[in-house]
C-alpha cells in the first residue's frame, strides 16, 4: 500500500517561513511525480505545486509563485515544500498527493496524505 | 471556475443523490469527483467524468461533458454521507466547492 505521511505544520506568525515534509512509502519514489494541495477550512481542496519523478519540472499555483518551493530527496523518500512570506490566507491542511496520470500536471489526485494543519496568525 | 450545486443535499439511505458541477468554460471530459469525510482527506471517485477509481463501488457514476456534468449515487448507503468536490484538469488542476449530502 501507498502511505504518505506530512509533517511540519505548526503555528507561524505572518512573514514567516516553514518547511513541510512528507514521508513516502509502498512505491519507488523516484519513479513518480508528486503534488502538494491544501484546503483551508470549509473550502474546496486547492493545487499549489507539482514536481517530476526527476526533480523537475516544478510548477505552482499563482497564489504561491515565489513564496513556495516544491523539492524531494528520493534517497530519503521524501518531498517538501518551503513556504516563506506566510500570509493568513495560507491558513489551511497541506496534504502532499500522488496522482493517476504520473509526470503530468494536468491529472487527478488518488493517494493522499492524512495532511498536516498550518495556521498563519500573530 | 467550477461551481456546484445544491451546496447542500438532504436525503436518506436508500433514495438517489443527484449533484451537479458546472464549469465556466469547456473542459472536455476531464472531470472527476471526489469524497471527503470529516477529518479524512479526499478520496477520488470517479475521473475524466465516468470511470471509477479503484476500489469504487458500482453505485457511483459520472456523466455529462463541456461544462455540465453529474455525479449520481444510486442508492445511498450510511457511509456516502459526506462532502462532494468536482475537480478540472484540463488546466491546472482546480476544485468546485463542493455539495454537502447529509441525512
Known amino acids: 500500500d501507498v502511505h504518505l505521511v506530512e509533517s511540519g505544520g505548526t503555528l507561524v506568525q505572518p512573514g514567516g517561513s516553514l518547511r513541510l515534509s512528507c514521508l513516502v512509502s509502498?512505491?519507488?519514489?523516484?519513479?513518480?511525480?508528486f503534488n502538494w494541495v491544501r484546503q483551508a477550512p470549509g473550502k474546496g481542496p486547492e493545487w499549489l505545486s507539482y514536481?517530476?519523478?526527476?526533480?523537475?519540472?516544478?510548477y505552482y499555483a499563482d497564489s504561491v509563485l515565489g513564496r513556495f518551493t516544491i523539492s524531494r530527496d528520493n534517497a530519503k523518500n521524501s518531498l517538501f515544500l518551503q513556504m516563506s512570506s506566510l500570509r493568513a490566507e495560507d491558513s489551511a491542511v497541506y496534504y502532499c498527493?500522488?496522482?493517476?496520470?504520473?509526470?503530468?500536471?494536468?491529472?487527478?489526485?488518488?493517494?493522499w496524505g492524512q495532511g498536516t494543519q498550518v495556521s498563519v496568525s500573530s | 471556475v467550477l461551481t456546484q450545486s445544491p451546496a447542500t443535499l438532504s436525503l436518506s439511505p436508500g433514495e438517489r443523490a443527484t449533484l451537479s458541477c458546472r464549469a465556466s468554460q469547456s473542459v472536455s471530459r476531464y472531470l472527476g469527483w471526489y469524497q471527503q469525510k470529516p477529518g479524512q482527506a479526499p478520496r477520488l471517485l470517479i475521473y475524466?467524468?465516468?470511470n471509477r477509481a479503484t476500489g469504487i463501488p458500482a453505485r457511483f457514476s459520472g456523466s455529462g461533458s463541456g461544462t455540465d456534468f453529474t455525479l449520481t449515487i444510486s442508492s445511498l448507503e450510511p457511509e456516502d454521507f459526506a462532502v462532494y468536490y468536482c475537480?478540472?484538469?484540463?488546466?491546472?488542476?482546480?476544485f468546485g466547492p463542493g455539495t454537502k449530502v447529509d441525512v
Open positions: 475524466d467524468v465516468s
Open positions: 498527493t500522488t496522482s493517476i496520470h504520473n509526470n503530468q500536471i494536468r491529472t487527478y489526485f488518488d493517494h
Open positions: 514536481v517530476g519523478s526527476s526533480g523537475s519540472p516544478t
Open positions: 509502498g512505491l519507488t519514489i523516484s519513479n513518480y511525480s
Open positions: 475537480q478540472q484538469r484540463t488546466t491546472w488542476p482546480t
